[in-house]
């Protein structure tokens, strides 16, 4: 892998006034669908070098951060139905997992666009975590049931119904635990790979005794791990961001400024700053993770329901009317 440049971070009064002020880069898909909503999923790959966007129109592509033109793309070719979520490997530079609404998983090899493995029938996926060292992967079904998969196998290492509705996964960094959000505003801490409730009260039995990170008055539907491990972040349908130290699983400070339900989340490189995407309204709200102060708004043309930061440097990806944008979108490449 290439050599990362040592990376300063900027203080929040500077960047407070800096990302408003920039313009945005466009990856334009002429041949893609003109829905505003097309995009589903945005991830960048481990370098930050690439940035793959699943869509509604069955369109997996994996563009050049440093070329926004669509022919020096890579497409991937052979989704049925629409692209509900895409991640890179993190151990792997330019390995690709892709989750269709159809129950297929797809492991791509993007360099030379060719199928690793592809697992089926697996229900209505829709969304998707690597396990921090690349060996699996967890992805999730309409029916709440979740299935461990592997890059090398056609068929699931194993599944496990869940009791309430889950809308999103992710892993603890030493790969020894799943967050899960819910339908009823909670957060499930599990152990991995067995899915059990991580944390048990004592003095309770039963489906009671599990400990959950209660932070919502309604679905809970985001979650992200600051990349220090300092912060748990959720987001739900009540427009909240919560932020949760590790350590007791207390909830430190709650963001209210966004509008609308919370659809995804992102943590910059250096954790000092969290993202909210949303589809409604009309702009990406910045928020300093440290304090939960609002810095500022960076205004887009219509909502941004997906948004990530790269995992590298302050360039922020996101969907707006139908196509990739990204500001501050250099990666030093010559």
Same mark, same amino acid.
């Given at each position: 892998m290439a050599r990362i440049a040592p990376r300063t971070s900027v203080a929040p009064e500077r960047l407070k006034t800096l990302i408003p002020s920039l313009k945005p880069t466009i990856y334009q898909d002429p041949s893609a669908n003109k829905n505003?909503?097309? *995009?589903?999923?945005?991830?960048?790959?481990?370098?930050?070098?690439?940035?793959?966007? !699943?869509?509604?129109?069955?369109?997996?592509?994996?563009?050049?951060?440093? +070329?926004?033109? =669509?022919?020096?793309?890579?497409?991937?070719?052979?989704?049925?139905?629409?692209?509900?979520?895409v991640a890179f490997n993190p151990a792997k530079d330019l390995e690709l997992c892709s989750v269709s609404s159809d129950g297929v998983v797809r492991f791509w090899d993007v360099k030379n666009k060719q199928v690793l493995n592809e697992v089926k029938g697996l229900g209505e996926t829709f969304t998707l975590a690597w396990a921090p060292r690349g060996e699996c992967v967890v992805v999730g079904n309409k029916e709440d049931k979740l %299935?461990? *998969?592997?890059?090398?196998?056609?068929?699931?290492?194993?599944?496990?119904?869940?009791?309430?509705?889950?809308?999103?996964?992710? %892993?603890?960094?030493? !790969?020894?635990?799943? %967050?899960?959000?819910?339908?009823?505003?909670?957060?499930?801490?599990?152990?991995?790979?067995?899915?059990?409730?991580a944390y048990q009260f004592d003095y309770k039995e039963g489906p009671d005794a599990e400990f959950k990170l209660t932070g919502h008055t309604s679905s809970c539907i985001a979650v992200e791990l600051h990349p220090f491990n300092r912060y748990l972040a959720t987001g739900g349908t009540d427009s909240l961001i919560a932020l949760w130290e590790t350590t007791e699983w207390n909830c430190l400070r709650t963001a209210t400024k966004m509008t609308g339900p919370v659809r995804s989340l992102s943590f910059s490189w250096d954790g000092l700053y969290i993202v909210g995407g949303s589809d409604e309204g009309s702009g990406l709200e910045i928020f300093?993770?440290?304090?939960?102060?609002?810095?500022?708004?960076? +205004?887009?043309?219509?909502?941004?329901? =997906?948004?990530?930061?790269?995992?590298?440097?302050?360039?922020?990806?996101y969907a707006d009317s139908g196509s990739l944008r990204v500001i501050g979108a250099s990666t030093g490449a010559k």
């Open positions: 505003p909503n097309n *995009i589903r999923t945005i991830a960048w790959n481990p370098l930050g070098t690439y940035i793959a966007t !699943g869509c509604v129109d069955k369109t997996l592509r994996v563009w050049n951060a440093d +070329k926004p033109n =669509v022919r020096q793309t890579t497409e991937l070719k052979g989704h049925t139905a629409s692209i509900e979520k %299935f461990v *998969i592997s890059p090398t196998q056609s068929t699931p290492i194993a599944s496990h119904q869940q009791p309430v509705q889950t809308n999103s996964i992710t %892993f603890c960094w030493s !790969g020894q635990r799943i %967050f899960t959000s819910t339908g009823d505003g909670k957060t499930r801490i599990l152990s991995f790979p067995e899915f059990e409730p300093n993770s440290e304090t939960g102060e609002h810095l500022c708004t960076y +205004k887009t043309v219509s909502p941004s329901p =997906v948004v990530a930061w790269a995992p590298n440097r302050y360039a922020l990806a």
